[in-house]
């Protein structure tokens, strides 16, 4: 299984001064295309891309149908110059919408208004846009904290006439419990049945009955994605949850078992780099091509009831969920060395003896 993510650089790279400048009509503004990504990078440094059709509003929340020589419509993949700057907060959940770059140890936010119970980011000049009509900030995807959402009319999960949606627990299994159809609903995490279960070995991993958000107002409750009215999903990415420790590969990882030693007789004996995948414990183990004891990550899906499940630490990076701490350490697991050559050499005798 793998999972978009789905997630640095200081603070100082990032916060530049925003320019809430636009020299032409707003229209026609389109993401610089070029195939070096050092100049895609200063291209999108101060802008916001939009995920919609967006009109541009004044601070009292009325539309503009005149805005800087425009007519105050901005098309769906356009960038636009914002006004503010871009500020650090250590937890996403502090902020409707927030941002992550390489990992997701480090968070940012653009400072929006809110008005009439609508945030909204400022682009100079007494214009504002809607946040939930913008995709990402300066190339970096938007997350949101929360959403409401309404459930379809016609469920996947519903069983019988009532065709109510039917409620996960923190598992990854369904319940006996149901939503009504068609009910409104406030989520505020993504997730899958795998990063519930910590197991493939579930029912129901169908595409459709894979992806769940979690419930805002009851932590152990989740419904189906696919229980969703397409047309209410957000189109932010809703921040990513995992009852265990999400990771990315860094470089291609070979597995290995408890003993320390490589698998090379699987189909896949390696996991790419790229791979963000679950894990669920950190242990020592001795591995006798190194001659030493090394950090491993216990795996959950790399394969079924397999031994050979552990990754080296060192091949990972930390994503989001548990900071896990190591089950043993080093010299538990280092071997005593019981061939040590206990035979006198030719000058360790004590002279004084003879």
Do not use: C
Request: glycine share 6%.
């Amino acid at each position: 299984m793998k999972k978009s993510k789905k997630l640095i650089v200081s603070l100082a790279a990032v916060a530049l001064a925003a320019v809430p400048v636009i020299t032409t009509s707003l229209n026609q503004v389109q993401a610089a295309q070029t195939t070096d990504q050092t100049q895609n990078k200063i291209a999108t440094d101060g802008t916001l891309t939009l995920n919609h059709n967006t009109r541009i509003y004044n601070q009292r929340g009325q539309k503009l149908y005149s805005y800087q020589g425009s007519n105050g419509l901005l098309k769906k993949g356009a960038t636009v110059k914002y006004a503010d700057q871009v500020k650090a907060i250590t937890n996403p959940d502090t902020k409707r919408y927030s941002f992550h770059k390489e990992n997701f140890q480090d968070w940012f936010y653009l400072p929006y208004k809110t008005i009439k119970g609508q945030e909204y980011y400022s682009i100079g000049h007494g214009g504002y846009i809607k946040a939930a009509n913008v995709q990402e900030i300066d190339s970096y995807s938007l997350y949101t904290n929360y959403a409401t959402v309404r459930l379809a009319k016609i469920t996947e999960s519903g069983v019988g006439r009532s065709n109510n949606a039917r409620i996960i627990n923190s598992q990854g299994n369904f319940t006996n419990k149901y939503i009504k159809k068609d009910s409104k609903i406030v989520i505020d995490r993504t997730s899958d049945r795998v990063s519930l279960a910590g197991s493939m070995d579930i029912l129901g991993l169908s595409n459709s009955y894979m992806e769940v958000f979690r419930l805002k107002n009851n932590k152990q409750q989740f419904v189906l994605r696919a229980d969703i009215k397409k047309s209410s999903i957000p189109r932010q990415v809703i921040l990513p949850y995992s009852n265990f420790t999400s990771v990315r590969i860094i470089r291609k990882s070979p597995i290995y078992n408890i003993h320390g030693i490589q698998d090379s007789d699987s189909a896949f004996p390696t996991i790419a780099e790229g791979h963000e995948t679950d894990v669920k414990s950190l242990r020592y183990i001795w591995v006798p091509s190194l001659n030493k004891a090394e950090l491993f990550y216990e795996g959950t899906e790399f394969y079924k009831d397999a031994e050979f499940k552990y990754i080296k630490a060192s091949d990972v990076e930390y994503l989001f969920g548990k900071h896990l701490t190591p089950v043993n350490t080093a010299t538990d697991v280092t071997p005593i060395n019981t061939a040590v050559d206990v035979t006198p050499k030719k000058n360790d005798f004590d002279k004084s003896s003879l």
